[in-house]
């Protein structure tokens, strides 16, 4: 007989988790940010990117989309009336994948596991 798994939004430890993640990407792009606008060769490649979402909630949503604009160098920008899309601008768009990439899996898949 297998047991169902009760979902725990409120898991103290996924939260603890869920910070030092998000500490961790605001030190590593605080640095990026400083890199570029110190250069004596400031080259851009800014951009808006639509980030397909895998959360639904508005709590979700929003929590990620907060993430988003406090990390350095990226600004949440809009959200779909569906909330299936996130628009992000983006300081240095290398590739627009490689930033839906780094979203997704650097701060919307911690945020899935802390709301689940």
Do not use: C
């Not at 800014?46 to 929590?63: E, F, H, M, N, Y």
């Not at 300081?91 to 898949?109: G, Q, W």
């Amino acid at each position: 007989m297998t047991q169902a798994v009760t979902p725990q939004p409120w898991n103290p430890w996924r939260w603890l988790v869920l910070g030092a993640i998000f500490l961790r990407e605001l030190a590593l792009s605080s640095l990026a940010v400083m890199r570029v606008t110190l250069s004596p060769n400031l080259t851009m490649r800014p951009g808006i990117i639509a980030v397909p979402l895998r959360l639904r909630s508005a709590a979700g949503v929003t929590l990620l989309a907060d993430m988003v604009t406090l990390t350095p160098g990226t600004t949440a920008l809009h959200v779909s009336e569906d909330r299936s899309i996130l628009y992000v601008h983006a300081m240095e768009v290398e590739s627009p994948e490689a930033v839906r990439r780094d979203i997704a899996e650097k701060l919307e898949a911690p945020v899935l596991r802390v709301l689940r």
